[in-house]
């Protein structure tokens, strides 16, 4: 069947600090793949998606490359802030599917 | 733009009661889903509606039921509710598979 797996929580890191979560998935052909973030008390939100192999998604100073031939797609950010203090999910639609199979989350903490 | 709504926002129940939870969204998506969020295990599917008038479980469907009332509401009803229905419920809507999903803000749900 369909999984992800991302990189165990939580995670707490000084503002400024580099950031990376890892996501490796299983799935049969060529999945979408999405990162979802959970900000406190909100609901979740499309962070970034790449739907092929080698695109890379990017928003808001995060980028994370569908990688087929590691079945990954790490989050990474180059100077995390305060405000991105959230919890983040590793996602996949597999094709001719629509529903999406979640990782279980990381929580980031970043401190001032 | 409201997006995706749910109603209530916080509920507790006794053992055996039953409610409803309401979702609607107002972005013309063709697919709407139910998901539950608990500790460690990510987001899991309940059910969910690729279109008006279907329905479909998902991952965890055992002790709900859906309705799709139009294109723009999408109920989960629990008939009969269990210690282990106590979770936040997510509501989300889609234009169509494969496409992102947009969140609710969530429902928490605890049943005593």
């Known amino acids: 069947g369909n999984s992800v797996t991302q990189m165990e929580g939580p995670v707490t890191l000084s503002e400024e600090a580099f950031l990376t979560i890892n996501c490796t998935y299983t799935a049969t052909g060529y999945p979408s793949l999405f990162w979802y973030v959970q900000y406190p008390g909100e609901g979740l939100q499309l962070l970034l998606k790449a739907t092929k192999a080698d695109d890379k998604g990017s928003n808001k100073g995060f980028e994370a490359t569908y990688r087929k031939e590691t079945t990954s797609f790490h989050l990474e950010k180059g100077s995390v802030q305060v405000s991105d203090s959230a919890v983040y999910f590793c996602?996949?639609?597999?094709?001719?599917?629509?529903?999406?199979?979640f990782g279980t989350g990381t929580r980031l903490t970043i401190i001032p | 733009n409201a997006g995706v709504t749910q109603t209530p926002k916080f509920q507790v129940l006794k053992t055996g009661q039953s409610m409803t939870l309401q979702c609607a969204q107002d972005?013309?998506?063709?697919?709407m889903y139910w998901y539950r969020q608990d500790p460690g295990m990510g987001l899991r599917l309940i059910y969910y509606?690729?279109?008006?008038?279907?329905?479909d479980k998902g991952e965890v469907p055992n002790g709900y039921n859906v309705s799709r009332l139009n294109k723009r509401e999408f109920s989960l009803r629990l008939e009969s509710a269990a210690p282990s229905q106590t979770s936040v419920y997510f509501c989300?809507?889609?234009?169509?598979?494969?496409?992102?999903?947009?969140f609710g803000p969530g429902t928490r749900l605890l049943v005593l």
């Open positions: 509606s690729a279109s008006e008038g279907t329905t």
């Open positions: 972005m013309n998506h063709n697919s």
């Open positions: 989300a809507s889609s234009s169509q598979g494969r496409e992102t999903q947009y």
């Open positions: 996602a996949l639609t597999p094709r001719g599917n629509e529903k999406l199979t």
